[in-house]
């Protein structure tokens, strides 16, 4: 049980069909894939044409040659978008796959989405007070009403999102291919990553960098927080209207979120957890032999936590590759060991050894408790638990699934508390503070609200919906 | 090739949770299914919860345990509305699927529909200026956008309905189920069959009589042309503002597209081909040792043809039931002995006789030569081609897909070089005057334009889709 | 629930290479789906390699482009075999799917059949005491194995062969795909059907005549009881070691397991069919308004009383096409009118009418008593039941599934008990004796064991194996 | 590209039915699964009925509830046996998968096998000629004849499968399943690895430790080359008739092919690796500034040189973990490109540095070259290449699919050529001394011949078959 980003999305203007639009878009969201694993798809347009294929699974299971195929007949695509989806608001149904391809009086108009708006029952009373009629419960389908609603009033559909983004409050960065335009957009805090870059003379948009490098693109800079960024067959520009707020990106990205080869408003993600371990160190020294991180997410902040301290970094824990969403455990006794199938520790690594142990967070504990035990049973004669992040103990409502206090240990329990539950010889969090250091060189601030409560932007209108209980994995 | 129904409607007004809803629709599907075969999907209501699912295929292809199981995870229904279709405007695509399932300022808003509106562009832009937002190119949601538009309007949906009746133009036969209501809907020329019924103390609704009795439910009587029947849970209502206009229902329902056992508008499917083989051998008897219907469509008039001409019925054309969707034909041999392995003359019934071949129609003629070829093949001594309608000269706008005038051989040649192209010794077609008496008893009149060109609506501004090039069968 | 064949077989020995094997084979296996639907397989040899699928499902379940491309990898075919298989003395599983595709000292050899050995457990004895291993418990696999044997022994694989039929009992038909022969085997009773022609100068063999005329072919003969006939690229030829006994064909595939466009033996299965109605008319006279058969396999017996009596015929009961396999049936309620969810009484045509009602064969009674309850919910005022086969009291041994006797309600209940369990005003079936006159001339005697217990084989040592309790429809 | 296992193997003796046999099977092949994924399958005994299911795809593609259901349908399994393929002698088809249930004179016999057989044409030949019948070409078929015609003549299956030893040349690492007993077989060189433990009071048998820790497991010991073991409901023994040969274990399980979390025959994978980086490091030392291993088999050598040399240990390549066999690569600029989708250097960690890039072997060299251009792109300022084993310049016919001669870079070119080819600064094999001193403790020889050419065995009648060209990946 861990926590979750809920959405990925890639867009290529493909200048002059050098390319294959669908066929980058594919590769891209293998690249995003680690954003969402419920659900993806791809849009294509070709002149007046749009194709799009959505559907449940990942990239690998909802992609094969024939649906490649149907979306490229008609063309190689001027201009494709491409999302992962995880399930922020919505089900685990299909009707909330992206891209969502609607028309209305200007033409075609498509969209992908990451992030979580608040204040939605409002905005949606509005519009359906205008005669809107939804067809899903996304944040997408709303953005495409509301800037629908001022495009029939502005001269462009920049600004129509200029005037729409005034009314949304929360985290977005999306993607909309027009007619003639695909545009980038960000929230005025910049909660969700978003950044754009050259594949020889077209234009690409990911939400993280390692997606743009992956396809042999060149990233050019992230999308800024409040940035409207136009690209069209001749011409890139910018409307920055809603720049200029202060922002709060979430810091969680770095944490875990993204992948370790992005970079992120200007700070390596592996660099943060590097510094993330080191600052462990530096705070919650310990005596030990040696340093294990938990795969994979741990890893990082370990070699930071080993290189500070000089305790040899060690593999201690060798992780199953090959369990999945449709693992199945039928009895009680196998959800008992489920951990060791996923996490089997290396004996020889272990044994008769002082282990620091380093996973970027805890949430329940339950599981933290099951590996500790495991390695103790391997032998392990100390483990030092270090955590890569400070202990949560709100909510967040911007796009990641963080439970509802119920279930979050550090809401009912004190670190001493916690140390006992897991069964750890200590227990040491990442101090508030570092945590705001970690992102070295980045241009933008972070929002902390999972730590300390304080919210960029006004969340009292909101539920928190428990989606734990849903999870298969 | 042939000609096919476009789809198939189903409502169930679940009263009292007598019944499970879902499995009362899935059941009625079954008998709706040759009205199409492309998608099929089921909407359950659950106080305010509606499950919705969709997909490519037959009933048995989309619901298996687990997919009707999950309609009815939230209980059994308090309504359910069901749907199967053939192609009409939209392509073989899995967004034109229906039910669709919408929300808007009152409410849900859920809708299956069979038909085919004309005059669909200016009503689109009208509600696009409004600031409608399009996910599909369907109908149905035009439908349920001009609903919703008149709703904000009006005191109830049913008379936002009758407005939008008065901007819809064409063919409709719909169901809505609304959070308190189930209402069925058929346009005023009542193009569409449309009829509901009771299954104990709950309501039904159903394209075709069949339906109702297949699932053990009593047959009511038709909806009106024109007419909107409202079902809640303790009423049973009607608003009849559009009624009493001149009707113009699709005499081709009794040629050929509905099923035999149905009743529409008071008028026996089944009796009304048998009394097309009357009249055809009333106005072209011939001298013959056995009348032979081509299996299905033309079995119920040959015997009409039998009855009256004294000539024996006989079986001669065995149809192969497994032959479907999936057939694959890869060489130009298989194509061009398609017929065979479809139709295989039963040799001992045909050989060295004179014969009475009945058909309900003939689209291009390459089939039905084929088939004479092989009759001829296996020994037939005459072979007398009739036809239970007749020619189509004109294409329809209404919900079949009859074809553009350059692959229908009626428009290429006249009766005697139709003749001779399939290489029948004669060939009579119904004349158009027994057509419009073969339905016994209907309380409606007929379009007879495929026959006669004269549209009972106005249909300049439509443009024919020839889809006939997309068929796979 | 009714009484299902086992298998059916196909096979073309595809001279110069002027066909497609696979896609002949393909088509074929469509016009022998009637006679299985479990699984079905294609083998087909390319020079001294043979490719082979079989899977659970009917022909287009299981063969799509892909896999028939698959097939078709290593060239045209110079031969293939086929196979549909219901599930005789395997159960549905994978393993006994055919064609079996073996190899052993003289090369590859592969098989398909059609019937049910007796005696078996001493064969598989003996084999197995020789080192035999066998990896299915199908009967096919003994015969390989059998004539493997012998074949080590003998000069050419059609001595082989003629020397393991003396040990072989029971029912079998089977084809032989060798490295350079095709060989079409039946048994010396001849209990099942087999028959060969040409297509163009090719040779095919099949299970039934229908095939090879659905295919274009030219239907040669039958194959003789006993007969082995051998097809090489240059040569057809027979050994006729083990003709000559007395024969013993199923009737049964004349009263409904045969498709009614075969001729089996000399002897129409439509025509039998038509007799068995005429006789039946003779046998049991009554006076009434019409003739219904339960579609399909009663249609034409119905039809012959018609002629017979002067009754009219007419069509009473639609069937839904559609019903399969996966029909889900998940509630009580629906199980009690599963009846007429698959038959729809036509209601004007049996409102007030007294009707001759015509099936095949009554097995348990149960489905019979619902049907003839819907016909009198219909309005029936009289109903008079004739079956076209004596009544069933004895097992069957050799390939078909007719019930043990505690399932046959023809074992517990006399002729008037079952009129009155069934709820007809009277019931008529077919004697013995004009049974065994049907089939008119035809070439062999036929087996009556399940009307008469007078096995033409020893079949004491047989254990019945009731598999009503598996079958899902 | 590079070295694939062929199979791994499980079995479990369920003594008094203390757990599910099934589900404990599948936990164990999900710890099995690096070995093979190409198909698997479980048999399940229950009393005397077998249970399988094979299919082609991973263990969660093949095994689903419903599945794992069917097996356990019988009972809770006395033993089970399981098995994952990669594709060894036969093709990438179902026939071949296994396990494969048998049955002969005794009853049933099952057999999952790991490894690779020479000189099969004269043991098949020989087996032929007394009556064999073969369904498919795999080494576990022929094993089971071999053990059945020696169990004919001896009075237990273990001293048959002793005397079938003797006839067996090459690798094998087998479990049986027979009605009362498991058996676990190793061959007399131990080529591949074999172990037992307890789950509880039952026993357990796999391929690797790892699988047995990870269901929660106690390892015993290695099954020694040789020796049968004899798993029965209340006993434990073993034949060593053939044990005491020298041994010549593949030295590539430790290179590469077994899990890190392994012990076999007494030596830790991981220890191994660490090992030979440590080597690797003495042997070419290199100034640089980091250590980068390619994910995931030059990890734990990367560490094992950092740790050596005192050069920093960094993550420089971040692996999409989403890439599988279903990757699509429609175009050649993707094909060009594919190295950096799969691996995407981690720009920060690279620029500016000198590296050491540490991977387990080369084999054709070109993934090599375009990974170390995507580093230098990314900014390396120096590559040095180090390979954790010696060349290999001989085929494998032992189980790994080593490629023929034409394929491997090492046999075409000298070291400092393939420095030029691959473009690094240097380039460092481990030496074939150093090579054999990595498996710490190990009670085994090993096998080099794939870098030396000394076969253990005869060899000289095997055609080597290049699998390469149809490898998907």
Chains 1, 2, 3, 4 share one sequence.
Not at 15 to 28: G, I, K, P
Not at 111 to 119: A, E, F, K, R, W
Not at 301 to 318: D, K, Q, R, T, V
């Amino acid at each position: 049980m861990s926590i979750h980003e809920e959405c990925g999305v890639f867009g290529i203007f493909n200048r002059n069909l050098e390319h294959d639009a669908v066929q980058e878009t594919y590769l891209a969201l293998y690249a995003l894939q680690h954003r969402g694993q419920v659900s993806c798809g791809i849009a294509a347009r070709n002149g007046d044409n749009v194709d799009c294929i959505t559907e449940l699974g990942t990239v690998p299971d909802v992609f094969n040659k024939d649906k490649l195929a149907s979306l490229t007949a008609s063309g190689k695509g001027n201009v494709a978008i491409g999302h992962v989806r995880y399930s922020a608001q919505g089900e685990e149904d299909e009707i909330n796959s992206q891209p969502m391809v609607m028309s209305y009086a200007k033409g075609s108009i498509s969209i992908v989405n990451n992030g979580s708006l608040v204040s939605t029952a409002k905005l949606r009373s509005n519009l359906e007070a205008g005669g809107s009629v939804f067809q899903t419960n996304s944040n997408a389908e709303m953005i495409v009403h509301l800037i629908v609603r001022h495009r029939l009033q502005t001269e462009n559909i920049e600004k129509a999102i200029s005037r729409a983004m005034s009314e949304l409050e929360g985290a977005y960065s999306f993607i909309i291919m027009s007619p003639k335009k695909l545009i980038a957009v960000r929230d005025p805090k910049g909660f969700r990553p978003l950044c754009y870059g050259k594949l020889g003379n077209s234009y690409v948009i990911a939400s993280e960098s390692c997606a743009i490098q992956s396809i042999g693109g060149e990233v050019i800079r992230d999308i800024e927080p409040g940035e409207i960024l136009v690209i069209t067959e001749d011409a890139v520009y910018s409307n920055k209207d809603n720049c200029g707020q202060k922002t709060s990106m979430c810091i969680f990205e770095h944490v875990y979120l993204a992948r370790p080869d992005s970079v992120i408003d200007g700070a390596s993600v592996h660099r943060a957890r590097l510094n993330a371990g080191k600052f462990l160190a530096i705070e919650h020294p310990v005596e030990a032999d040696v340093v294990v991180g938990v795969p994979d997410s741990g890893i990082d902040a370990a070699i930071g936590y080993a290189n500070e301290s000089g305790i040899p970094f060690g593999i201690g824990l060798i992780k199953n590759r090959y369990i999945g969403r449709t693992f199945i455990q039928t009895t009680q006794r196998q959800r008992e060991r489920s951990v060791q199938i996923k996490l089997n520790p290396l004996g020889n690594e272990i044994e008769g050894k002082r282990i620091v142990l380093v996973d970027d967070s805890i949430v329940r504990g339950t599981t933290c408790a099951k590996l500790i035990k495991k390695l103790r049973d391997a032998g392990a004669k100390e483990i030092h638990m270090r955590i890569s992040s400070p202990p949560f103990i709100n909510p967040c409502y911007f796009g990641t699934d963080i439970s509802s206090k119920d279930k979050l240990i550090a809401c009912k329990l004190d670190i001493d508390e916690i140390c006992r539950f897991i069964g750890a010889d200590s227990l040491g969090y990442l101090s508030r503070e570092s945590m705001m250091k970690v992102a070295e060189n980045s241009k933008v601030e972070f929002c902390s609200a999972c730590f300390t409560g304080e919210y960029p932007v006004d969340v009292t209108g909101e539920n928190f919906v428990d989606k734990y209980s849903k999870k298969i994995n």
